[in-house]
């Protein structure tokens, strides 16, 4: 019996604003890109603060992004980290970091800095591309995988069963990690 299992499961993306957020969503939903794209982003306006503890209630996975061409955006990482620390109400909740926007060349955030970071704090890390397709699926799936496997995060009384994690069929698209993932 191969039936796909279908769950809901609550995944932020967080980050400064113009790090790529809703670019990369859109590219793993849609497989889209959008230069233009102005979507809203509250990313740690004073006004929203009353809305930060609802968005964060029962999350399973965060997805924090930062922009490998904008130091400033990998310096405040610790802010939101301690964001998540404050409101999350999970203990066991799988953390990413993506380094995004790698097909830029004038690059501030070398590799090695995210990743000695991510290792640091315990967190999967990635380096993408919204714009060429790099990393994005490995991201997603890399991180529902892991929901997956940990304990309490993801109940259901079909968790032994596959889960269909896009629409996509295999082959197809970038590659998952395409030589980007280090999954920790």
Same mark, same amino acid.
């Given at each position: 019996?191969?039936?796909?299992?279908?769950?809901? @499961?609550?995944?932020?993306?967080?980050?400064?604003?113009?790090?790529?957020?809703?670019? @990369?969503?859109?590219?793993?939903?849609? /497989?889209?890109?959008?230069?233009?794209?102005?979507?809203?982003?509250?990313?740690?306006?004073?006004?929203?603060?009353?809305?930060?503890?609802?968005?964060?209630?029962?999350?399973?996975?965060?997805?924090?992004?930062?922009?490998?061409?904008?130091? /400033?955006?990998?310096?405040?990482? /610790?802010?939101?980290?301690?964001?998540?620390?404050?409101?999350?109400?999970?203990?066991?909740?799988?953390?990413?970091?993506?380094?995004?926007?790698?097909?830029?060349?004038?690059?501030?955030? /070398?590799?090695?800095?995210?990743?000695?970071?991510?290792?640091?704090?315990?967190?999967?890390?990635?380096?993408?591309?919204?714009?060429?397709?790099?990393?994005?699926?490995?991201?997603?799936?890399?991180?529902?995988?892991?929901?997956?496997?940990?304990?309490?995060?993801?109940?259901?009384?079909?968790?032994?069963? +596959?889960?269909?994690?896009?629409?996509?069929?295999?082959?197809?698209?970038? +590659?998952?990690?395409?030589?980007?993932?280090?999954? @920790?």
């Amino acid at each position: 019996m191969d039936e796909d299992v279908l769950t809901t @499961l609550k995944i932020l993306i967080i980050g400064e604003s113009g790090v790529g957020k809703s670019s @990369l969503l859109l590219r793993f939903t849609d /497989d889209t890109f959008d230069p233009e794209l102005a979507i809203w982003d509250t990313a740690g306006q004073e006004r929203f603060r009353t809305l930060t503890p609802s968005y964060y209630r029962g999350a399973q996975g965060v997805i924090l992004v930062y922009d490998v061409t904008r130091r /400033d955006t990998f310096v405040k990482l /610790d802010n939101w980290l301690n964001e998540l620390e404050t409101y999350c109400t999970r203990n066991d909740i799988v953390n990413m970091l993506v380094g995004n926007k790698i097909d830029k060349e004038n690059r501030e955030v /070398d590799r090695n800095e995210g990743l000695k970071f991510a290792r640091k704090h315990s967190m999967l890390f990635i380096e993408a591309s919204a714009k060429t397709c790099d990393g994005v699926q490995c991201a997603f799936e890399e991180l529902v995988e892991k929901i997956i496997q940990t304990p309490g995060l993801w109940e259901s009384e079909n968790q032994n069963k +596959g889960v269909k994690l896009s629409h996509r069929e295999e082959g197809q698209g970038g +590659g998952a990690c395409g030589g980007y993932c280090s999954v @920790l």
